[in-house]
């Protein structure tokens, strides 16, 4: 194994095998931290994304609460949101815009998010949680999300093809310039269960309101730095078994500025277990132990 996987792998389990980052891990590149490590920006810090990404790509309005949580009243009511896809819409071929459109139906009890499992890539990226890049050198770079504790390894080679496909698929990096390039394969999920044990092919939701890519995607950000404390990110995403062309979104992620900024613990297992489990946990209270 490379050095700089072992690297990776080390920070992995330090930053993430309690759920939560280090409390001195600063949010920012101070004053005395290098602007630049072996020639390239440091990227190093909490990055967090604002606006209404999560909810929906495309631009939206204001609307009720979701099915499921509309005993919640405006809190659960979605905000509206002036997206951030080029062009302002995703060009569905019109046979993937039936599971665009069910998955829509289904929302947002048959959300991923909502069942906490991994959010993929880029989605990743924009929900309302913070993530932290973990930069040492001209090596391989660590991405860790705050959402379920999830992470990623970016592999700082030559784009290969991934030997399985994986929840959060497989990262290639490269330094263009100032820009870092990650090209993500081989997004998975495999089977998933349901709300009341159905199982169905999965696919990696995009967004709160049904947009997805299948496992043969290429997912294509880039991450430049456009002042001390801010990123342009900007993701190309190819699928032609789902889309007549590739389609571009971009967004500005923002350094958490706080003195003591740390990703904090969500292990949303527990949250799910109702919605994910709650037929089961029905039909044992039928059952009571003697």
Known sequence: MKQSLKFAAAAAIFLVGAGTAPAQTPARTSAKAPARIEGKPNLNGIWQ???????????????????????????????????????????????????????????????????????????????????????????????????????????????????????????????????????????????????????????TWLDRSGNYLTSTATVTERFTPDGPDRLRYEVTIEDPSVYSRPWKISMPLY?????????????CVPFSEELLYGDLLAEKDKYPRK
């Not at 659960?76 to 139906?105: C, F, Q, S, T, W």
């Not at 500025?257 to 990703?263: I, R, S």
């Open 49 to 203: 994304a604002m606006g209404g990404a999560n909810w929906d790509l495309e631009p939206h309005s204001a609307a009720p609460a979701p099915k499921g949580s509309n005993l919640l009243g405006a809190i659960g009511a979605i905000p509206a949101g002036l997206g951030v896809v080029e062009g302002g819409e995703i060009p569905y071929l019109p046979a993937a815009v039936a599971l665009r459109d069910a998955n829509r139906k289904n929302a947002p009890t048959n959300d991923p998010e909502a069942a906490c499992y991994l959010p993929g890539i880029p989605r990743a990226t924009y929900m309302n949680h913070p993530f932290q890049i973990v930069q040492g050198g001209n090596s391989d770079m660590l991405f860790v999300y705050e959402y379920h504790s999830a992470n990623r390894a970016i592999e700082m080679k030559p784009v290969e093809v991934p030997p399985i496909d994986t929840w959060m698929g497989t990262s290639y990096g490269a330094w263009e310039g100032d820009t870092l390039k990650v090209v993500t394969l081989a997004q998975g999920p495999g089977d998933v269960k349901l709300p009341g044990g159905k199982m169905e092919p999965g696919v």
């Open 255 to 267: 350094r958490r500025a706080e003195p003591n900024a740390q990703l904090l613990d969500f292990n």
